[in-house]
């Protein structure tokens, strides 16, 4: 098993792509240890010392260290995490446990937000190594939570303020702006 490896705009996250499917229907973030109890790939990344959060993708795993942590000693250890999982056969979430996806019965406002942050913005997102997940729209703001390596990320409010924030404001008069939460 070769398993890819991409930096990430975020210095303290790395972009794992094991080249086969690692979550279907949505993303999984765990940032912390006690919420890894879900997915038996996160429990066994947060067993290696060093590693501060885990992100599923559909295709990758992004994996986040501390500053002072050195990639030089954290990334073979991962490696060998992922590639043990898929040599285990375990399935990547516990059974019954499902990633992040849309809801039903979404006003058109929403449905139209949803949109383009799936077709337009969250492609780009993934390719760094993250996802951006819709909270919630309420008097003008839509409010988004940054996932993966944009959690943290320097670059993340530029992203959001310049790049989403215009690019919503453009395709739907009636988002006014752009906040993150959580």
Not at 34 to 60: C, E, K, M, N
Not at 92 to 116: H, P, R, Y
Not at 118 to 137: E, K, L, M, N
Request: overall charge negative; hydrophobic content about 40%; glycine content about 12%.
């Amino acid at each position: 098993m070769f398993i890819q490896t991409e930096t990430t705009p975020n210095p303290n996250t790395l972009k794992f792509l094991p080249g086969r499917t690692v979550l279907e229907g949505g993303t999984a973030d765990f940032p912390d240890r006690d919420a890894a109890g879900q997915s038996p790939l996160a429990a066994r990344l947060f067993g290696i010392d060093g590693v501060t959060r885990v992100f599923l993708g559909s295709d990758f795993i992004t994996v986040a260290k501390p500053d002072e942590t050195d990639w030089a000693v954290v990334k073979p250890l991962v490696l060998g995490a992922i590639m043990d999982h898929y040599t285990s056969g375990e399935s990547t979430m516990a059974a019954g446990v499902q990633g992040s996806s849309a809801a039903e019965g979404d006003s058109e406002i929403v449905a139209q937000i949803k949109e383009l942050i799936d077709t337009r913005v969250r492609p780009s997102v993934a390719a760094d190594g993250g996802d951006i997940i819709f909270q919630g729209f309420e008097d003008g703001i839509v409010y988004l939570h940054m996932q993966g390596s944009c959690s943290g990320c320097p670059s993340s409010t530029a992203t959001l303020k310049h790049g989403i924030e215009n690019m919503l404001k453009y395709y739907v008069p009636e988002v006014q702006g752009v906040e993150a939460v959580g």
